[in-house]
């Protein structure tokens, strides 16, 4: 028995010190706490001496460095030596680049919701929001996507002239410059309102403003770039692009044959030493219209006139569009939207050394500093894009259903049509929580590099989805293009956001975890460090520092998730609101993915870089967590609206669902099979108990989207509502709120029709029957005329001549499809 108390006591005080993940001094001190107590109430029996000499065999040599190295550290530092995965410069880059923020309290396994919620939450300054009540709300309703994407193919010259005069290519360079220095949560609140109404018009004000010779500038610059280029781009004078892509090099950008050779030149009259540059890009949005070319190359020095390095990597360089040998102005064309975008080729075009973004100093450093820019870009641009259409598709969707009548009742009652329109909101829903939260971080000085990828991701995916949600309930409507159509050319947009800034297959195949893995991990860093380290002692005591901490956060985590997993997570510290146990089961699959991710390390090695399907479904999870945070985050910040709990437990739901399926997923495809199985016992000892969001949540959100709604308002908010003639939008608003009116009306027809009291070929004449047998007033009469009147407006679609829709087709065809590859 006493041996059985002793067992017990031992098992708990090992339980505490490893959910708490005590260090291992805390460790050694409990042990021989523990061990002094047993041996003077107990006296010196064998299996306290078996107990002691465990003790010193164990703890002593931990804890002494000579001995700790000799039989631990040593030996594991020769086998990470071997499997650790070989990583090139540029792969160094890209994974080094940004910071890590919120992502990697959850990729630790113990997440601190207090932390969360205790994170500023995005806001406008006054300055910013006078900017998008004025000259954001003029551009709006300047902006006629049709006759942008249809009839011309560009912004109207008087639209150019705005954005430039407004400075809406200066959003993000410094008021020194001439810029309006606005924060990335004002940058994304305003490409997320022009989105709601032309991509066209949203793309070309993000790209001076994101991945552009701006940023690059900003960061690297030097000053006499700085004063020259900054005021001229935040006044429109120049118009830039930023040249990456290139035919041989799409996702892998550090394969480009673009190139430049060292060497001597004439440049303004004089010899120069300069760049000689060839390049062959395509894709480039405002290459047709730039005055100024940010451009990426390979920069060579086989005469060495530099140094002693012949190859001195990617580098970064401004090109004046004007100098000779500049090839722009043909355009592709991208999915009937029509933003400037096409190839740009030089040959052998000369530059002197200091047109090198940053100077001399920054030749070869280009690959960083791309990669530096994009930690934080790629969390604004696209997110704010696909949150722009995914506010207008709540906003016109859920009305649409309302108003379009199918078996005589509103087609958003059918159950069919309740389940896409729950997805739309709460897909909303969570897109604006991402962005709004991954905005917030880059406004606090972050440069979140795997946030922002989890955001891009998940935002434009989900916005893709949603789109063909909406096509599906628009039916013909928004089949039918033209300048009524308030969807179609949204969704023909949607593959651009996937494609762009990190094709998406991609950025979840090898991103998202992969450079996650690294940067989130409290340890694995400081040890691929320590392993390339030329000095072997100093290698050595580097990796030591580090490799008994991560076995005990090893050790640590098994217990986490287990115990957390036998109680559902119930003993997490979380908040106590209705959205308490979301929180505790983030925690639980929080440890669970800290374990796994060590396990796929151990068992994987440097094969786990290979195998994307597991990294890609361990990425998946970290991005659910980091979308569940957002969204309880903002739930929060938005001061935990009543009304909007529907939302918040399906998106909470759907994220734990998928954490869910896809730990699932991995445990069906782990290649060592053992250990699937034992991890499978301590993640799911009771089996996989989560379901998709439930049937009842899909009426209770739907009906949120489907009336004018605090819950639809703020889903909505930031789209462009304004009231005026030209906003399609504004016309949905007016049919739903009419129709929802008129309804009792209609019920009073229904009756009357039953009954035989009138029986007119249509309702309009139902109604005018009606009227005249006083079974409805005038004033009802009115009502119902009008709602008619509206939801026709909406319900219809356009039509056009045969001439006017050749018109396009009818010009000169020069298209030549471009063959060269450098
Ligand atoms: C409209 C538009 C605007 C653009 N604007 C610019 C710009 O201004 N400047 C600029 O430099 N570039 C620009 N681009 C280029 C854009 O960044 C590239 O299209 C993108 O990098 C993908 O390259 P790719 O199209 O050649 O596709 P590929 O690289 O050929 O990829 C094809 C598919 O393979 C997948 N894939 C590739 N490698 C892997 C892997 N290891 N694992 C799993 N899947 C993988 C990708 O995810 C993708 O689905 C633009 C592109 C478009 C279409």
Redesign the pocket.
């Known amino acids: 028995m006493s041996i059985l108390i002793w067992f017990v006591a031992l098992t708990g005080i090992f339980l505490v010190l490893a959910y708490h993940r005590a260090s291992l001094i805390i460790w050694t001190m409990s042990y021989a706490l523990f061990m002094g107590f047993t041996s003077y109430f107990s006296g010196m029996t064998a299996g306290t001496i078996v107990a002691w000499i465990f003790y010193l065999l164990f703890f002593i040599p931990l804890n002494v460095k000579p001995l700790r190295q000799r039989w631990l550290t040593r030996p594991l530092f020769r086998i990470y030596q071997k499997v650790m995965p070989s990583m090139s410069q540029t792969e160094r880059e890209a994974i080094s680049a940004g910071t890590v923020t919120w992502e990697a309290d959850l990729f630790r396994g113990n997440p601190d919701w207090n932390k969360l919620l205790s994170i500023p939450a995005a806001r406008l300054t006054e300055e910013e929001q006078a900017f998008i009540n004025g000259p954001l709300e003029t551009l709006c309703r300047m902006i006629n996507d049709w006759d942008i994407t249809h009839n011309r193919a560009d912004l109207p010259s008087e639209m150019w002239t705005y954005l430039k005069e407004q400075g809406f290519f200066g959003l993000i360079i410094p008021k020194q410059y001439g810029g309006k220095e606005f924060s990335a949560y004002a940058h994304s609140e305003i490409l997320t309102k022009v989105s709601g109404l032309s991509i066209t018009v949203s793309t070309t004000i993000a790209?001076p403003n994101s991945?552009g010779p701006a940023e690059l500038l900003l960061h690297y610059g030097t000053e006499e770039q700085k004063n020259y280029y900054l005021p001229r781009l935040a006044k429109g004078e120049e118009i830039p692009?930023?040249?990456?892509?290139s035919p041989s090099?799409?996702?892998?950008?550090g394969a480009m044959h673009d190139h430049g050779i060292i060497c001597k030149g004439e440049h303004e009259g004089k010899e120069t030493l300069g760049i000689r540059l060839t390049w062959n890009?395509r894709?480039?949005?405002?290459?047709p219209i730039a005055t100024v070319i940010g451009l990426?190359f390979k920069l060579y020095d086989p005469d060495h006139l530099l140094g002693e390095v012949d190859d001195i990597g990617i580098t970064c360089a401004l090109i004046p569009a004007s100098i000779p040998g500049v090839e722009i102005g043909r355009r592709?064309f991208?999915l009937d939207t029509p933003f400037q975008?096409g190839p740009t080729k030089g040959k052998d075009v000369f530059i002197p050394l200091d047109w090198i973004i940053g100077g001399k100093k920054m030749a070869g450093k280009g690959w960083g500093m791309l990669m530096e820019c994009l930690a934080a870009g790629r969390g604004i641009t696209l997110p704010a894009s696909a949150v722009g259409g995914a506010k207008v598709l709540s906003y016109t969707t859920g009305a649409y259903a309302r108003i379009r009548r199918q078996f005589n009742v509103p087609i958003g009652q059918f159950e069919g049509i309740e389940e896409p329109l729950a997805r739309i909101a709460a897909s909303t829903y969570i897109m604006n929580a991402a962005r709004t939260f991954v905005t917030a971080a880059i406004d606090e000085g972050e440069k979140p590099a795997v946030a922002s990828a989890i955001v891009k991701y998940h935002v434009t995916e989900l916005g893709r989805k949603i789109a063909c949600d909406s096509m599906d309930i628009h039916g013909g409507k928004g089949i039918c293009l033209g300048p009524h159509n308030y969807l179609g050319r949204g969704y023909e947009s949607a593959p651009?956001a996937i494609?762009?800034?990190?094709?998406?297959?991609?950025?979840r195949?090898?991103i998202i975890f992969g450079q996650g893995a690294i940067r989130c991990h409290p340890y694995v860093l400081a040890e691929m460090e320590a392993a390339h380290i030329k000095d072997a002692k100093a290698a050595l005591d580097a990796f030591d520092k580090v490799v008994t901490k991560h076995i005990a956060y090893g050790v640590s985590n098994i217990v986490r998730t287990f115990l957390l997993a036998l109680c559902s997570g119930r003993f997490v510290f979380a908040p106590k609101t209705k959205v308490k146990r979301y929180f505790q089961q983030a925690t639980r699959f929080s440890s669970a993915l800290a374990l796994f991710s060590d396990v796929s390390m151990l068992v994987l090695g440097g094969k786990l870089k290979r195998k994307?399907s597991l990294s890609a479904r361990l990425g998946d999870i970290l991005s659910h967590l980091y979308l569940l945070s957002s969204v309880l985050k903002i739930y929060y910040d938005q001061g935990r609206c009543k009304e909007d709990l529907p939302l918040v437990r399906f998106a909470s739901e759907h994220c734990l669902f998928e954490i869910q399926e896809r730990f699932s997923e991995l445990l069906q495809n782990f290649p060592n099979r053992w250990m699937a199985f034992t991890l499978r016992w301590l993640i799911f000892p009771y089996g996989r108990r989560f379901a998709k969001a439930k049937d009842k949540y899909n009426h209770k959100i739907a009906s949120l989207i489907l009336s004018p709604t605090a819950t639809r308002d703020r889903l909505s908010h930031g789209a462009f509502l304004t009231d005026v003639p030209e906003n399609n939008l504004a016309a949905v608003q007016d049919a739903l709120v009419k129709a929802i009116a008129a309804e009792p009306i209609e019920k009073i027809l229904k009756e009357a029709v039953h009954k035989n009291e009138i029986s007119g070929y249509t309702p309009m004449e139902n109604a005018q029957l009606a009227l005249e047998k006083n079974i409805i007033s005038q004033e009802q009469y009115d009502v119902y005329v009008e709602a008619s009147a509206a939801c026709g407006k909406v319900i219809a679609v356009d039509d056009f001549s045969p001439d006017e829709l050749s018109s396009q087709t009818n010009s000169t065809n020069t298209h030549k499809p471009n063959l060269a590859i450098l």
């Open positions: 790209v991945l692009c930023f040249a990456l892509t090099a799409g996702s892998d950008a890009k894709y480039i949005t405002l290459a990426a592709h991208p975008n651009i494609t762009v800034e990190g094709a998406n297959i991609l950025t195949s090898m994307e």
